[in-house]
């Protein structure tokens, strides 16, 4: 399967901590996407990583990526409570997107 | 702002009812995604459309079916609801010729009892 596998399943730290999810998959990829989900809620995307790219920030969050090795880490630096949520990392392959069971992370206040 | 919208946040039906969840989107996205998502399972695709009147199967299409007679919306189907059924819907549409990243609605909570 192409599945992203989370590690993970569930992270709690304090707030002002960095927070590190990585992301195993299996099989090629174009790119990988990384999403966050609030309670209840939907999806919203963070970041895309292409499988050419190394590496990508965006505001607090840096993704990396490693194809030779499959897997991919986020890290959220100076955490808030309000990073309190799900993550999930989705391996693209064409039209193909699947989702990982995902990693529960509690910042702590 | 780009929007996919869901016809319902919380859904509660009895088995064997037909049952409509209906998403539209804002943005002019061809492919549309329909998907439930399990505690500990993840998302998994049911059905996606990537064009009006054009539909594919995902993982998980068995006692499903959808419609999309127009480009902003992407109906799911539940023909003969089951207990099973039971999950959060999660609607989403992203650009054609990617892959790219995918906009999802709210979710609908569906419970069949």
């Known amino acids: 399967s192409q599945q992203g596998e989370e590690d993970p399943q569930a992270l709690s730290i304090q707030e002002g901590e960095n927070a590190t999810m990585n992301c195993s998959y299996k099989t090629s990829i174009n790119n990988l996407q990384w999403y966050r989900q609030n309670s209840g809620r939907g999806l919203v995307h963070l970041i895309l990583?292409?499988?050419?790219?190394r590496e990508k920030h965006s505001g607090r969050l840096r993704v990396t990526l490693d194809t030779s090795k499959k897997s991919s880490s986020l890290l959220i630096t100076a955490s808030r409570a309000a990073d309190t949520a799900s993550y999930f990392c989705a391996t693209a392959f064409y039209d193909k997107v699947i989702f990982g069971p995902g990693t529960s992370l509690s910042v702590i206040p | 702002d780009v929007k996919v919208t869901q016809s319902s946040r919380y859904l509660v039906k009895r088995t064997g009812e037909k049952v409509f969840l209906e998403c539209v989107q804002d943005m002019d996205h061809e492919n549309m995604f329909w998907y439930r998502q399990d505690p500990g399972l993840g998302l998994r695709l049911i059905y996606f459309s990537y064009d009006v009147k054009m539909k594919e199967k995902g993982d998980i299409p068995e006692g499903y079916s959808v419609s999309r007679e127009k480009k902003e919306r992407f109906s799911l189907i539940l023909e003969s609801a089951s207990t099973n059924q039971t999950s959060m819907y999660l609607c989403?549409?992203?650009?054609?010729?990617?892959?790219?990243?995918?906009?999802f609605g709210p979710g609908t909570r569906l419970t069949v009892t």
């Open positions: 990583i292409r499988s050419n790219e």
């Open positions: 989403a549409s992203s650009l054609a010729g990617g892959p790219y990243e995918q906009y």
